[in-house]
């Protein structure tokens, strides 16, 4: 589904941010991304949804070099790419609906549909009921749930997070977690991005070490209490 | 090593899309402007700032406008009284009135020509020293000239068709003293190119000053809202379907705003009509003070759409890069 082939990145001449890069994640994986304050976690996932392109080396989604993809492209990348973040990105001044409904309407789904369909995954999420509210009343966990309701509501591939429980407490945290583990099962590739030890212990998963922009290790699915090394 | 440089080819098909019941353009036209109505409904407080400036913007040039069209206006009604008058030292006959009178309207320029008999020279002459009479005294008419005063097209009220006028005029036999106020036909003309150059260069000034206030709070207001720029962009829209509303909204904003301006316009001079006299020295309703001509509040009106679509369109430019 997602394959790295001696990928470079570098912001500026002489910092390389990731530097020769090899990584296949299957379909239907679910991935951590972990390492240092600026190991390039950030930078990676860029590459995957179009944000960035790499200065060497070549990324595929699901067979197709997206790595000097045109910019009149990327549109229908990110169709199949779903991306959340530490800071939610909503919009403001938008309610709950209309911020996930964004997604549907960018694809030129009907409005019913659309009513149907954001409603449905508002449930899944557990905010059904805040559903005409705008982000700012509500709390962080349910921020962040909006903001994947954004991101699975059109069933995307994959599911791309940055950071995604760095502002929460642990019972959001763990409200987040199996929210990636559903759409796990239901066949979404899964690649989170996150430093916080105790979600990636808990949910033995595959694991990716970043440091300094290159992988220094990789654990496959930890067994409980495996990958303390680490 | 052969599977990865295989996978050259840079494109991707539109991954499928279901249910399209608002699809094609008219659907999407629709969606586009319903999204433009609801920001301009979530964003009041950014709408209200760009359409009162736009408003001010073009409520300072078309005030500017209707001044210069009335000032311009009234300089060149002055330019009636360029005149040019032929001397002769006798009456002439009827008959000769009319040749000379064929002759001069055939001049290319000549729009009237009027005989003034000495009579008639003596009695404006009379009228011109009312309260004065004994001056003239025992002064009869044959001391004075009969005249032709040849009034000029307009477009031959320049110093320079006068002058070809008049030389025309020498070279009909029998007309040799012509008078047309040389002086003053210069001096006029010289004001009335000061007059459409000042108003060329405060006009174009303030254009380019009001252009460069409406294009950067447009980039602000844009600025502002640079999140939904990216948020559209990180779900999958493409540039014009990101672009769009916020076109659509500049549209509605410079409409919107040129049809306030162009109230307030009429509102100040219905307001300067109907209170003016009580403070000038002319009655302006009288004077032929005129509103700004058709083509003129079209104009307007199209340069407030014009305005705010360009504004948003380039506005977009800068923060749109994906
Ligand atoms: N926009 C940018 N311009 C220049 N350099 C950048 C930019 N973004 C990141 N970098 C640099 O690239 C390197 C990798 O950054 P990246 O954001 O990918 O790290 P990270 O692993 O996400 O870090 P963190 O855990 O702090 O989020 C760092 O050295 C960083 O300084
Ligand atoms: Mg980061």
New binding site residues.
């Given amino acids: 589904m997602i394959q790295l082939h001696n990928v470079s990145m570098a912001?500026?001449q002489d910092?390389s941010?990731l530097n020769n890069v090899n990584l296949k994640i299957g379909k239907g994986e679910f991935v951590f991304l972990t390492?240092p304050?600026?190991?390039?976690?950030?930078?990676l996932l860029r590459l995957l949804y179009g944000a960035l392109a790499p200065n060497r080396g070549q990324v595929l989604i699901d067979g197709q070099n997206i790595s000097r993809l045109p910019a009149s492209q990327i549109p229908y990348l990110r169709r199949s790419v779903g991306v959340v973040f530490q800071d939610f990105k909503l919009l403001q001044n938008r309610t709950v609906f209309e911020n996930v409904a964004i997604t549907l309407e960018v694809l030129g789904w009907g409005k019913a549909d659309i009513g149907k369909k954001v409603m449905h995954i508002l449930k899944q999420m557990g905010i059904e009921s805040k559903y005409s509210l705008t982000p700012q009343r509500l709390s962080g966990g349910e921020q962040q749930r909006v903001a994947l309701a954004r991101a699975l509501v059109n069933d995307p591939k994959i599911l791309l997070a940055d950071?995604p429980t760095g502002n929460l407490d642990d019972a959001n945290k763990n409200q987040i977690l199996s929210i990636f583990k559903e759409a796990n099962v239901r066949g979404t590739t899964v690649v989170v991005?996150t430093?916080d030890r105790r979600l990636i212990e808990q949910s033995h998963k595959r694991l990716v070490v970043?440091n300094k922009g290159e992988i220094v290790e990789q654990m496959e699915k930890g067994k409980n209490g495996d990958d303390q090394a680490l | 090593m052969n599977r990865w440089k295989k996978e050259k080819t840079a494109t991707i098909k539109p991954y499928k899309r279901p249910t399209l019941s608002g699809d094609g353009f008219g659907g999407r036209f629709g969606y586009f402007v319903a999204r433009a109505i609801t920001n301009i409904r979530q964003n009041i407080f950014v709408n209200v700032v760009t359409v009162g400036t736009i408003t001010i913007a073009l409520l300072i040039v078309s005030l500017f406008l209707l001044v210069f069209i009335n000032l311009e206006g009234a300089v060149e009604n002055w330019s009636e009284r360029v005149q040019v008058t032929v001397y002769f030292d006798k009456e002439l006959t009827t008959s000769e009135q009319s040749v000379f009178r064929d002759k001069i309207l055939a001049l290319p320029g000549a729009l009237r020509v009027g005989y003034v008999s000495r009579d008639e020279a003596l009695k404006r002459f009379k009228n011109r020293l009312r309260g004065q009479e004994t001056l003239l005294e025992g002064v009869r008419s044959d001391v004075l000239p009969s005249s032709f005063e040849i009034a000029l097209k307009r477009a031959s009220r320049e110093t320079e068709s006068v002058e070809t006028f008049v030389s025309a005029l020498k070279r009909i036999p029998g007309i040799t003293e012509v008078q047309y106020g040389e002086e003053w036909v210069r001096r006029f003309n010289s004001f009335l190119s000061f007059v459409r150059l000042m108003g060329v260069l405060v006009g174009g000034f303030l254009v380019i000053a009001v252009l460069f206030i409406v294009s950067n709070t447009i980039k602000l207001t844009i600025y502002a809202r640079r999140d939904e720029l990216e948020v559209m962009a990180l779900v999958g829209a493409t540039r014009f379907f990101i672009k769009a509303p916020f076109l659509l909204e500049g549209l509605l904003q410079g409409l919107a705003g040129s049809t306030i301006s162009i109230a307030l316009l009429f509102g100040l001079y219905e307001g300067f009509l109907h209170n003016a006299d009580s403070f000038l020295t002319f009655n302006p309703v009288t004077s032929g003070l005129g509103f700004l001509p058709l083509e003129y509040i079209v104009g307007i009106f199209v340069s407030g759409a014009v305005l705010g679509f360009v504004g948003s369109f380039t506005s977009l430019r800068r923060f749109i890069n994906v």
Avoid: D, R
Avoid at chain 1, 37 to 43: E, L, P, Q
């Fill in positions: 912001y500026q910092a941010a390492g304050s600026g190991a390039g976690k950030t930078t950071e991005a430093h970043l």
